[in-house]
């Protein structure tokens, strides 16, 4: 079976360098709208531990399509008017979360999620003309631009979907590592071989981990961002929270060395976490739950 053609259409949006101009501003504007880390952790979803705004459409989308239903059945005109109004309302969280994570994703995702969120402010704009033409008492055309806007957030809904899908974004990309470390410790370097409160790519299985020796200790993660895949590796070591932390070199995703959890977004996935022992000056590795 063949893909539609909206696929192949979006797929080339993906390389329109054309609309990077735009790209840039509108990443401008929610850089200094979102400037509290405090305030995009929360947006990116860490606490949840995963992406908030896949959750947040769902009131303005379910608002939307429960009152497409009331627009076709009799006497609901003031339950479809409220639904309306809540999708509506609803919209400027979800916003706010999905350009958090768009502000933070690469070129090409960027540029679909561009067109994402102009379909999504098309459908907007129609649900509040069709509110305000509910007040008015003009059912007709409200309905018919509830419609219209039905059809530009399904829209929206289908570019969303390959952002998410085929493109990635939000997506754990780390999620395999615990697939494909064979289980059982494993030797991977000698520890007078492995530079003092510095980075080192090493590998597991195959796999590429991170390693960073302070001291007599070894912290080992996989090297692999959950964020978007980014080599850790080529990260910088810092202390948040009075402890040693790696920050992503791609989007800055901050992730604690002792125990791979997420400390600062966009990233809300951990890393994988490896266990450490010394066995005659050999650094040995065990990725619990592996295989």
């Given amino acids: 079976m063949r893909e539609l053609g909206i696929v192949r259409t979006l797929t080339a949006l993906e390389n329109a360098e054309r609309l990077d101009p735009l790209v840039d501003r509108v990443a401008g504007v929610v850089d200094r709208v979102l400037a509290p880390r405090s305030l995009r952790d929360v947006l990116h979803g860490v606490p949840a531990g995963h992406p908030l705004h896949?959750?947040?459409?769902?009131?303005?989308?379910?608002?939307?399509?429960?009152a497409a239903v009331l627009d076709l059945l009799p006497g609901q005109d003031r339950a479809a008017r409220t639904l309306v109004?809540?999708?509506?309302?609803a919209v400027a969280p979800s916003a706010l979360a999905g350009f958090a994570d768009w502000a933070a994703t690469h070129e090409q995702q960027k540029r679909v999620g561009l067109v994402h969120s102009a379909a999504n402010l098309v459908a907007t704009a129609l649900y509040g003309a069709s509110y305000l033409q509910r007040v008015r008492g003009r059912s007709l055309s409200a309905k018919l631009l509830g419609f219209a806007g039905l059809g530009a957030v399904?829209?929206?809904?289908?570019?969303?979907?390959?952002?998410?899908?085929?493109?990635?974004?939000?997506?754990?990309?780390a999620e395999d590592v615990p697939?494909?470390?064979?289980?059982g410790w494993h030797e991977i370097a000698r520890v007078d071989e492995l530079p003092d409160r510095e980075l080192t790519a090493l590998e597991v299985s195959g796999q590429p981990v991170v390693?960073?020796?302070?001291?007599?200790?070894?912290?080992?993660?996989?090297?692999?961002?959950?964020?978007?895949?980014a080599s850790?590796?080529?990260g910088r070591v810092g202390t948040e929270r009075g402890e040693a932390c790696v920050t992503c070199p791609w989007h800055d995703s901050?992730?604690?060395?002792?125990?791979?959890?997420?400390?600062?977004?966009?990233?809300t996935s951990p890393q994988p976490r490896?266990?450490?022992?010394?066995?005659d000056g050999t650094l040995e590795v065990r990725l619990p739950n592996a295989g």
């Fill in 154 to 173: 399904s829209a929206g809904g289908f570019i969303g979907g390959h952002l998410a899908y085929r493109q990635a974004v939000g997506a754990n990309h």
């Fill in 85 to 89: 109004g809540v999708g509506v309302l």
């Fill in 211 to 229: 390693a960073y020796r302070h001291g007599d200790r070894v912290e080992v993660l996989s090297d692999t961002c959950s964020h978007l895949s």
């Fill in 232 to 234: 850790l590796a080529d």
């Fill in 179 to 183: 697939h494909l470390v064979a289980p």
């Fill in 254 to 267: 901050v992730f604690s060395l002792a125990t791979g959890e997420v400390v600062h977004g966009p990233a």
């Fill in 274 to 279: 490896f266990e450490t022992r010394v066995v």
């Fill in 54 to 66: 896949p959750v947040m459409v769902l009131v303005p989308t379910g608002a939307w399509i429960s």
